[in-house]
């Protein structure tokens, strides 16, 4: 059985690892990554901003979820598909990276978030839709997936910065 440093290692040594590490790809990836995180994030916030009772008050907010949710999960495939191939062009060094992984826990505490609202406040929102403030429990979901989604950005950018 592998250890995880094996697996990395092995990660690293893929053609198409070498090829974005040793040429202007990284780069482009990377444009393509920040790019596809501000359309996740944007369109989360404007979710969460709704759910908090702050922003687009007079839309309901399963109409918003409804038409913004289908960008963000676009947007959430190509972020992903781009921070595994940056990720796989030092795998060994991203793995070690303190940023990284606060990174990595706070995207899986967002997902987290996402799975309890949907399964407890979003099998109500019938009930609360119109509201101008939603009930507690999707408030709270709201300002954890904020919190969550600004803690992605700061530690993906200190990534670069921190080794």
């Given amino acids: 059985m592998s250890s995880l440093a094996d697996i990395l290692i092995a990660l690293e040594g893929l053609p198409s ?12 990836i990377e444009s393509l990554h920040v790019l ?24 309901g907010a399963r ?4 038409e913004v949710l289908k960008y963000t999960w676009v947007a959430f495939g190509c972020a992903a598909l781009t921070g595994l191939l940056l990720f796989s062009s030092a795998a060994t060094i991203y793995a070690a990276n303190p940023a990284f992984r606060i990174k990595a826990v706070l995207l899986a505490l967002a997902g987290l978030n996402m799975a309890y609202f949907h ?27 904020l919190a969550c989604w600004i803690g992605v950005v700061a530690a993906g950018r200190w990534v670069g910065f921190i080794q």
């Fill in 17 to 28: 690892s070498q090829l974005i590490s040793s040429t202007i790809l990284f780069p482009w």
């Fill in 36 to 59: 596809s995180i501000v359309l996740v994030v944007g369109t989360i916030a404007m979710v969460d901003l709704r759910l908090l009772g702050l922003r687009a008050r007079e839309r």
């Fill in 63 to 66: 109409s918003l979820i409804g």
């Fill in 119 to 145: 399964l407890l406040p979003y099998r109500s929102i019938h009930l609360w839709d119109e509201l101008v403030s939603p009930p507690l429990k999707a408030r709270i979901a709201g300002g954890v997936s």
